[in-house]
């Protein structure tokens, strides 16, 4: 089972985001938290797979609130965001989560989402998610450009997933497109995050991006 802590301060859209979880049958809503102090306390106490952490809440916002769980390695955290929060969508990656959801997501979308973070693959949405990778490295201010020698450490075939990562593949698009193993390219991926600091694989693809790291 999948233990998922949801992290929303609206009581309504918290009670159906709850009720298209408990829906899947490999999947456990571990408790509900409205406010994101509340969501990293229930945290450190539940121990969940995934958070489902909406960005504005009272007390501590979502982007905070996703800088502790991350830190203390307590859950992986997928961001409820709308396309008018994009700079705290990108607080939030900065932060360490695992990716992100749009709040008008379909149902089965939201499920699929849950398990592909639980199964260690942050990156949701490929198409959403490129456009806001793309959109924000294209913004000095909010997106610093990283120093390129970051790269040095990295072989070949590592600069190539990452660019992959850049582009918003899959562990499967990523092994299609390198014609690899998929499990080759879950070791990739983490030996690059290793090197480069990382927290995600999506902090990986704004780096990716930022940098202008080009693929094969």
């Given at each position: 089972?999948?233990?998922?802590?949801?992290a929303?301060?609206q009581s309504a859209?918290?009670a159906?985001?709850?009720?298209?979880?408990?829906?899947?049958?490999?999947?456990?809503?571990?408790?509900?938290?409205?406010?994101?102090e509340?969501?990293v306390?229930?945290?450190?106490?539940?121990?969940?797979?995934?958070?489902l952490?909406d960005v504005?809440?009272?007390?501590?916002?979502?982007?905070a609130?996703?800088r502790?769980?991350?830190?203390?390695?307590?859950?992986?955290?997928?961001?409820?965001?709308?396309?008018?929060?994009d700079e705290y969508?990108?607080?939030?990656?900065?932060?360490?989560?695992?990716?992100?959801?749009?709040?008008?997501?379909?149902?089965?979308d939201?499920?699929e989402?849950?398990?592909?973070?639980?199964?260690?693959?942050?990156i949701?949405a490929?198409?959403v998610?490129r456009?806001?990778?793309?959109?924000?490295?294209?913004?000095?201010?909010l997106?610093?450009?990283?120093?390129p020698?970051?790269?040095?450490?990295l072989?070949?075939?590592?600069?190539?997933?990452?660019?992959?990562?850049g582009?918003?593949?899959?562990?499967?698009?990523?092994?299609?497109?390198?014609?690899?193993?998929?499990?080759?390219?879950?070791?990739?991926?983490?030996?690059?995050?290793?090197k480069?600091?990382?927290?995600s694989r999506v902090?990986?693809a704004?780096?990716?991006?930022?940098?202008?790291?080009?693929?094969?």
């Amino acid at each position: 089972m999948i233990r998922v802590l949801v992290a929303e301060d609206q009581s309504a859209v918290r009670a159906g985001l709850v009720l298209i979880l408990r829906s899947a049958p490999d999947i456990e809503v571990a408790g509900e938290a409205a406010d994101g102090e509340r969501a990293v306390a229930l945290a450190r106490e539940l121990r969940p797979d995934v958070v489902l952490m909406d960005v504005q809440m009272p007390r501590l916002d979502g982007v905070a609130a996703t800088r502790q769980v991350v830190a203390e390695g307590l859950a992986d955290v997928l961001v409820l965001t709308t396309f008018d929060l994009d700079e705290y969508v990108f607080g939030a990656l900065r932060a360490g989560a695992s990716g992100f959801l749009l709040k008008n997501t379909e149902a089965g979308d939201l499920i699929e989402a849950v398990r592909t973070v639980a199964r260690g693959e942050g990156i949701v949405a490929p198409a959403v998610t490129r456009r806001l990778i793309a959109e924000f490295a294209a913004k000095p201010a909010l997106a610093p450009t990283a120093d390129p020698a970051v790269l040095d450490s990295l072989t070949r075939r590592e600069r190539e997933v990452l660019a992959c990562l850049g582009e918003g593949l899959s562990n499967a698009g990523v092994a299609e497109r390198l014609d690899m193993a998929e499990a080759t390219v879950k070791t990739h991926v983490s030996r690059l995050l290793g090197k480069l600091g990382l927290r995600s694989r999506v902090q990986a693809a704004v780096l990716a991006q930022e940098l202008g790291v080009q693929g094969p």
